[in-house]
């Protein structure tokens, strides 16, 4: 889904959230389409546990560093559409892992991410598992050579446990 946020008005202040559409859509968002925002680098943020790998919780993955040592790793399963789906973000792109994991759990997951050769620019441990709010500005007409002001801030959900579908890009 898309995620559009708007902040404050002139009588109070708050925060409207309205969503506008589900994976398979993302291409057709407003101005996402122009070929200003395709030759843009971009920077994506993706969650771990639930999208790149099966779900799993601090708990279990105390448990299985506890039982399992160094090789704990070996109990992720990784989602082979959002694996597909990272290998094919350009490389002059950032990718950028956010994940509720507690930094404790931070060896156990460099490994299993190289074990199962997913890559990544940046990892962001100890967020809260609630939603995930991206703000970014507007990209004014001509900053990038686009005849249009640009959108730069996109958002995605995907069903958990299924992984990224190739067309939400």
């Not at 559409?21 to 993706?46: D, P, V, Y």
Request: glycine share 8%; charged share 25%; hydrophobic share 35%.
């Amino acid at each position: 889904m898309f995620l559009q946020v708007r902040c404050g008005s002139k009588t109070n202040n708050f925060i409207s959230i309205s969503w506008g559409f589900e994976c398979g859509g993302l291409r057709n968002a407003k101005n996402l389409t122009t070929m200003e925002q395709e030759s843009l680098n971009k920077t994506w943020f993706i969650d771990i546990d639930g999208t790149i790998v099966k779900t799993r919780n601090n708990e279990q993955l105390d448990e299985a560093i506890n039982s399992m040592g160094d090789e704990s790793y070996l109990i992720e399963e990784p989602i082979e559409k959002s694996v597909n789906f990272i290998q094919s973000i350009p490389f002059g792109d950032t990718i950028v892992l956010t994940t509720a994991r507690d930094s404790r759990h931070e060896g156990h997951t460099l490994k299993m991410l190289k074990h199962f050769r997913i890559r990544y620019d940046r990892i962001l441990f100890d967020l809260r598992s609630g939603a995930r709010v991206l703000i970014n500005d507007i990209k004014p007409v001509g900053m990038a050579g686009n005849s249009e002001p640009l959108d730069m801030a996109f958002a995605v959900n995907v069903k958990r446990n299924e992984g990224i579908p190739a067309d939400c890009i």
